[in-house]
């Protein structure tokens, strides 16, 4: 590689930038951030120094990685599941973060990600490596194809992350009910608990179906639930359908298992009779009571630069 008169420390970033098109080694970017005050980093090293505790951490034997260089970032395209973790902040509180590992250690390995978009990451600069340890706790394993992690951290730090998320579907946290399956997975952020709105420019609703499972207990019974969700006008707020699990088994399964589980399915592939006589609310009976579940959405202010639609559960007695 021919050095360019002046570049400073571009050298080293043209540097890298040459190994990763000739080797699919991903410890390249395995770098701590200490001493970098950024909530979102790139993924190219600003210095050579940061790789100084990086030493033991090794290539995956069996690594056969297919990752490349993009004007949209780093594109994975082969087998390279996310992982979903819990991580204990300095504040004592848990943050959902993603994780990808680079290579193998006894303590740390690979790098925390913050989704920006749909298949689009950055990394998140807040935390060092990611590892398993006490402080770390595995939820899921996201099987994950085709995403883009951004080289430059301006790209994060600028609009584009509010975009994906202004008028976007947010799903907080219930007292009543635990939210335990999200559909499709490529709108899914769940450090955020929001549905990303698939497209960044203009309006373009959500030709897909947004469905969930919950789970909760009314009067000491559980009760397990199905919330399915239709955005696909931009003048209208999003209508939900709510029916308790196991009632439409073929439909559940086609929404909520295989490929679909990732993508999900567009709705005139799913429309049945029975689902478009179901109304936003669901009577359970438990004993000699029913209670009525009803679910909406309203709207939300998260900060001054880009507002929600937030589901919102309602239960009483309806007789």
Known sequence: MPL?????????R?????????????????????????????????????FADSAGIMPFSN????????????????????????????DGSEIIRYAFFLGQSSTMGGIYLRKMGPKL??????????????????????????????????????????????RALYIPSSDTFALRATVPEVL????????????????????T??????????????????????????????????????RYRCQEAKIFEGRNRNESIHWADLEFEELRDHDNYVDIRVGKSIFRVLVSFEEKSISSRYEVFSLCFTISMSR
């Open 188 to 207: 899914w952020d769940a450090s955020d608990r929001v549905f990303l709105r698939p497209s960044l420019y203009g309006w373009t609703g959500y030709p």
């Open 63 to 90: 690594d056969m990685m297919d990752f490349s260089i993009t004007n949209k970032g780093l594109l994975v395209s082969g087998d390279a599941p996310l992982r979903l973790v819990a991580v204990t902040a300095e």
């Open 209 to 246: 179906v947004i469905a969930m499972k919950f789970d909760g207990v009314l009067a000491g019974q559980i009760v397990m639930l199905v919330v399915v969700c239709d955005y696909r006008s931009r003048n209208e707020a999003p209508t939900c359908k709510i029916f308790e699990q196991g």
């Open 121 to 166: 990451f950055c990394r998140d600069g807040s935390f060092a490596l990611a590892g398993f340890g006490s402080e770390v706790d595995e939820i899921d394993l996201i099987d994950a194809t085709g995403y883009y992690i951004v080289i430059d951290p301006k790209a994060a730090m600028g609009d584009t992350t509010m975009m994906f998320r202004h």
């Open 14 to 50: 043209r540097l890298q930038e040459e190994i990763v098109k000739r080797n699919n080694d991903l410890t390249i970017f395995a770098w701590q951030n200490e001493g970098l005050d950024q909530s979102f980093l790139g993924l190219f090293a600003p210095t050579p120094r940061v």
């Open 4 to 12: 360019i008169y002046g570049e400073g420390m571009g050298s080293f």
